[in-house]
């Protein structure tokens, strides 16, 4: 009962959001086309660019941070012998080698964006090519990164993980966590496809339609590329279903 109650709250205030949403877009137009405002997406492209760069600058920076310090406590863990501080040695260890896996993935995204948008920004729009050049300088660098995190992983784990993985690889990586590792591990990736599914893609549906209701252009690519994301991420559910359902 509720569950009930709280999925009848949801939906009601996914309404009401809804409907402010859709009258602030309307009111937002409105206002722009009033005053002749021409919303132009070109002009963000080189701040977007220039951020995305920064977010992988950044990200490198940090991912060294973590690594060092999961290296550092491995140190002190293999020589502390009192058990409590052998506990938190352990804990940091593992917690600082994940923290770079994480930011490692993140500059992976910022540096891939960066790439294409300022790539995009030479080729279509025939501009300045410092960000394009920026950014191949930091593929070098998140390289780089991913040597060391490699180096550190098998110092951590004891575990030899390619530079450019396979999912096989990565499965296998794994399996070699602890029992309760690879439980957490499971549950977070439910959430995450749960959220997936459920909330971020459909949200990005609402996105595409206001950017194409205030620019006036459907986005028709883009809602195609979140559509296909959207079918894939399903479908790829059938072959756990014929392995384990025969």
């Known amino acids: 009962m509720k569950k009930n109650k709280k999925g009848g709250l949801l939906f009601l205030m996914s309404v009401v959001f809804g409907g402010f949403l859709g009258g602030f877009v309307g009111m937002f137009k409105a206002a722009t086309e009033s005053h002749e405002i021409i919303l132009d997406v070109k002009v963000l492209i080189p701040w977007i660019s220039a951020i995305c760069l920064l977010i992988g600058f950044i990200s ?82 998140f390289l780089q990164s991913q040597k060391y995190l490699s180096k550190t992983i098998a110092i951590v784990r004891q575990f030899d993980l390619a530079l450019f993985s396979t999912p096989k690889d990565v499965l296998n990586y794994i399996n070699s966590y602890d029992e309760g590792e690879r439980q957490a591990n499971l549950e977070q990736s439910f959430r995450i496809l749960f959220q997936l599914n459920q909330y971020v893609l459909p949200i990005l549906y609402v996105f595409l339609f206001i950017i194409s209701f205030l620019i006036g252009e459907i986005q028709l690519l883009a809602l195609l590329l979140v559509g296909a994301i959207h079918v894939y991420i399903n479908v790829m559910q059938l072959p756990m279903v014929k392995r384990y359902f025969k």
């Open 60 to 141: 490198i920076l940090l991912t060294f941070n973590f690594l060092k310090k999961s290296r550092k406590f491995h140190s002190l863990y293999q020589e502390e012998m009192d058990d409590d501080l052998n506990e938190t040695y352990y804990v940091q260890m593992y917690r600082n080698l994940e923290f770079g896996t994480i930011t490692s993935n993140i500059t992976s995204v910022a540096i891939l964006l960066a790439l294409v948008i300022s790539g995009s920004e030479v080729i279509v729009l025939d501009v300045s090519r410092i960000t394009f050049s920026l950014s191949f300088m930091e593929l070098v660098l």
